[in-house]
């Protein structure tokens, strides 16, 4: 779900970057374009090594990756809430999905470790 999720993202931010910047409350730029260009590039990426990893790495393997994108997700959220363009309703939204799946990967390792001591 989270390699879905940041890929759609990493399309729409290379396709038409202006729509982020704006929802996120950003002033519009060419530079501005580019750098969330470049964050989608980044961003599809990171998807494809999400879906790669949950779907040929080991059980140890993907729970290392739970870890990293847990933490990933969780600093996504408390950047978006530090933007500098000032907190908006997409700003909401934006840092509760990242912390969202920060959750959902915090419970599924709480969860795993739970199924491996039993």
């Known amino acids: 779900m989270g390699a879905l999720v940041f ?11 202006r729509i982020f910047t704006d929802l996120l409350g950003l002033v519009s730029s060419a530079e501005m374009d580019w750098s969330m260009q470049l964050t989608g590039v980044v961003i ?5 090594v999400m879906f790669v990893g949950a779907q ?15 933490l990933g997700a969780f600093g996504l959220g408390v950047a978006t809430l530090l933007i500098p363009s000032g907190v908006n309703w997409f700003v909401i939204l934006y840092a509760l999905i990242g ?5 959902a990967y915090g419970i599924f ?10």
């Open 7 to 17: 890929g759609i993202s990493s399309f729409v931010l290379i396709a038409v970057p």
């Open 44 to 48: 599809i990426t990171l998807a494809g």
């Open 56 to 70: 040929s790495a080991s059980d140890r393997g993907v729970l290392w990756l739970a870890r990293v994108m847990m």
């Open 99 to 103: 912390f969202g799946f920060c959750a």
């Open 109 to 118: 390792l709480t969860r795993r470790v739970s199924w491996e001591q039993s």
